[in-house]
């Protein structure tokens, strides 16, 4: 997963093997007529009929499944009771599921807010160390970031485990008496923090690695004309290393949201959504609806409100990295 | 002096502090993985395990249907991770090499697709491998799991594509190949560095995958590693150390392909960098 932005057109000219015309050599193949010009789209068949089929297929059946009536009952006995639109208006008029989006909502902002900026930070950083310390850094953030979702989120419970976890342990230790058996996933707020906690350090990798090699790419003569300008550090970081990084942290920061926002597997991992379902976040509570309490048309309609906030959002990531790459499709 | 000898220093320190930020995780679900128990349930923690024991791992892999598990989850990342090679790189030659109607709006469709929120789609799926009959099979995870990584070999091939000089192709066709030969002895041995890494970051995703097979196979012999390690601290309890040992079993080919995926995914930059 990284922002499709390393590639390089190829430098030759873009002739282009035509139909008929071109360069082609005495090959073999007798028509090249008709067959040639169809050849890009049966290279691409197996491609878009896997695609549509397995990804296309599910997603309009989520719509369809949204606007029935799809309980346990039906779904044993394979029943279809069209409801129109019942399950919208009771999802949209439901005091949970606001609760809930406001809550996806906060909690991707805080998430991203925090990864880009300590990202960006460590970033920054990382171009300031010297080599070898540099090297010693990123060995540190490639193993964060190389450690399974579940994984990970096993060894936070056990970090924050109430008896003999090192966290409480350590809190314990320099001062914080009270915390010495702490439980942190018996509130809201408290797992909330180490499913933060858990996004974040597993996010700032990806941020602070890309950004590093992206301040790689600025070429030098900006930063001596600014300073024979007579810009300061500050001067030459605002103007020149940011403007520089614009486009890149942009990207980033929707490529986040987007992550952030459907981040099922840390949430569910670490406390199912509890405790008393408080933690739950969109596509949690689409699971829980769904799947947990077999109202799986209701579900469905969940999953499709979801489904097109993200869908927004992607399109906004999209523009920016189609504009980046204007000249190579 | 005092000032700039702070001013050298601080990165530095910051730059330790973050790195056991980073590794510390890491490295507890190690030392508690080899620590004796006595050590793990110590009132103050033994920070390095100076008795090192397999007695946790030999826990985690005496549970029932462990191998069954480590077999679905190779049969079905393998599989996943080879179909979608097959697939991703006949198309990546067309969208990297060919002029055609509609090629901007495919490559946008992928990308798109790349995108696409499986968390969320987990009822729908779940409804249509019930109807298929497909429930606790590896066969709609291994389908699911290909087109999952699908657009992201598909658009990194392009580039890998890309990047190989025309010029070779079209000397190779002068010499008297085709141009699905040209392909086959061009293009493809020049290609391997780029083959090696997407399918090695389509293996960690279809390892790491989680949400889709907690739905769809929930039977203990069907199950995969991630929901094997989910639950294995409800089903043990507080037996950390066996909870991390399997935690690093699972992690460790995860890890290792990471570092060598790393030195090859920066490799690779650098090849596109000079050659653009």
Known sequence: MTVQKTERPPSGPTEVQTLDGGPRPTGPRRSPGRLAGLTPYLLL???????????????????????????????????????????????????????????????????????????????????????????????????????????????????????????????????????????????????????????????????????????????????????????????????????????????????????????????????????????????????????????????????????????????????????????EL | MKRSLMGRLWPNLVAVVLFIFCVFPVYWMFATAFKPTVDIIAEDPVWFPTDATLEHFRTAMEVDHFWTMVGNSLTVTILAVLFSLIIGVTSAFALARMRFKGRRGFIIGFMLAQMAPWEVMVIAIYIIVRDADMLNSLIPLTLFYMVMILPFTLLTLRGFVAAVPRELEESAMVDGCTRMQAFRRVILPLLAPGLMSTSLFGFITAWNEFPLVLVLNKEADAKTLPVWLSSFQTAFGDDWGATMAAASLFAIPILILFVFLQRRAVAGLTDGAVKG
């Open chain 1, 45 to 327: 068949a197996p491609a878009i009929i896997a695609t549509l089929l397995l990804l296309g297929w599910p997603l309009v059946n989520n719509g369809i499944l949204s606007f029935q009536n799809l309980n346990m009952r039906q779904f044993i006995l394979h029943l279809t009771e069209w409801n129109g639109i019942d399950n919208y208006k009771e999802v949209l008029s439901s005091e949970d599921f606001w609760r809930v989006t406001g809550r996806s909502v906060a909690f991707t902002a805080v998430n991203v807010v925090l990864i880009m900026m300590l990202g960006t930070m460590v970033g920054l950083l990382l171009a300031r160390l010297g080599r070898k310390m540099r090297t010693f850094l990123l060995v540190g953030l490639v193993l964060a970031w190389a450690m399974p979702v579940v994984a990970a989120s096993t060894v936070y419970q056990w970090l924050f485990a109430q008896r003999f976890g090192v966290v409480n342990w350590v809190l314990a230790k320099i001062g914080f008496e009270s915390m010495a058996d702490h439980d942190w996933l018996a509130t809201q707020y408290s797992t909330f923090f180490v499913v933060l906690l858990l996004i974040v350090w597993m996010s700032i990798p990806f941020v602070a690695i890309n950004l590093y090699a992206a301040t790689t790419t600025i070429p030098k003569e900006l930063y001596e004309a600014a300073s024979l300008d007579g810009a300061g550090a500050w001067k030459q970081f605002t103007q020149v290393t940011l403007p520089y990084l614009r486009p890149f942290l942009y990207a980033t920061t929707f490529l986040e949201i987007i992550w952030v926002f459907k981040a099922f597997v840390q949430v569910f991992t670490i406390n199912e959504g509890g405790p008393d379902r408080l933690t739950e976040i969109l596509p949690v509570y689409a699971y829980i609806e769904g799947m947990g309490n077999q109202h799986f048309g209701m579900g469905a309609a969940i999953a499709l409100l979801t489904i097109l906030i993200l869908l927004a959002i992607t399109s906004f990531y999209l523009r920016i990295v189609l504009k980046q790459e204007e000249d």
